[in-house]
């Protein structure tokens, strides 16, 4: 563990301290919270870190420096911030780094230069998570904790020092993109992929050669036409309808198949026996729900076009 000259409860709350680098991680436009942040805090553990345990916002820079007041007297905050700089050693090459996990339901102010050169900064409010490498200073500020002696730094402002630039989805830099002459209304943002509808497979008729029916039922679903029927058909007569292949239109040709005149003289005579025994297939006046306005038609044959 780090030995440092300046601890916690030596600094007072309300102090702001200045440190400048370049953006090497954020979260800063929303709060760590849910899901998220119980998988953090377990990559946290796991790398032998403290957990946050609340939600928070979260900032990395690179580069760090602390923004002396006065070089020459530093202040116990300032020095207190500047001793909590560490060097990564997966990129050496970053130089000293600083990290700060801000606890609270309070998003940082972020601060970009205004577009009229003046050198004032405007708030940005576009709710967009700022891209990696920005010239960034991070105000902090101290404060003490309710039912703890130690003092903590919360994450107060985000200066950006340049033109702000965002995080895109697929890290691609809308920069690099308008320098190939690619310009984007609007930011792109990730679309999550939702499951295929399922089409929803018609059953109301089956047609063989033109010839419309009732589709087969389900064997755990009531026959409709034997309720409404005052007298039951005999079974001989309503077997071929039943036993009618469940596909609309059959893939092949049975090995013996009916001309459409030997089929249409079949279906005409088994009708005309059903015409008079109180089969609502052979009733004068058809109730099912392809029965429409028109002529009439012959008895249990609905005819297509």
């Known amino acids: 563990m780090a030995n440092y000259s300046i601890s ?28 998220e942040l119980v998988a953090s805090d377990q990559r946290k553990t796991k790398n032998g870190m403290s957990p946050v345990g ?69 708030q940005d409010e576009s709710g967009q998570e700022l891209a990696q490498g920005l010239d960034v200073t991070l105000v ?13 730094l919360a994450l107060e402002q985000v200066i950006v020092h340049e033109a702000p630039r965002y995080y895109t989805a697929g890290g691609i830099d ?7 002459g690619i310009v984007l209304n609007g930011t792109p943002r990730p679309v999550q992929a939702t499951p295929a509808a399922v089409a929803a497979v018609p059953v109301a008729t089956e047609v063989e050669d033109g010839l419309s029916f009732p589709a087969p ?17 005999p079974e001989t007569a309503v077997a071929t309808p039943v036993a009618a292949a469940p596909v609309a239109v059959p893939a092949a040709a049975p090995a013996q198949q009916e001309t459409l005149e030997e089929k249409l003289a079949r279906l005409e005579a088994e009708n005309a026996s059903l015409k008079d025994a109180g089969s609502a297939v052979g009733s004068p006046v058809a109730t099912a729900p392809w029965n429409g306005s028109g002529p009439a038609q012959q008895a249990g044959i609905t005819y297509q076009g």
């Open 54 to 122: 609340k939600p928070h916002t979260t900032a990395t820079i690179t580069h760090a420096e602390v923004q002396f007041a006065d070089p020459n007297n530093p202040t116990l905050e300032e020095q207190f911030v500047s001793e909590r700089r560490y060097d990564s050693p997966k990129r050496p090459e970053t130089g000293p780094n600083y990290s700060i996990d801000s606890k609270g339901s309070t998003l940082p102010v972020i601060a970009i230069p205004s577009p009229k050169g003046d050198g004032t900064y405007d």
């Open 217 to 233: 039922q389900p064997v755990s679903a009531p026959v409709a036409v034997a309720a409404q029927a005052p007298v039951q058909a």
């Open 140 to 152: 902090l500020r101290t404060y003490k904790p309710k039912d703890f002696n130690n003092r903590g």
């Open 174 to 180: 809308q920069a690099e993109l308008a320098a190939r």
């Open 8 to 35: 916690a409860s030596q600094i007072t709350e309300g102090k702001n301290v200045f440190i400048r680098g370049k953006l090497g991680f954020a979260v800063l436009a929303r709060l760590i919270q849910g899901a």
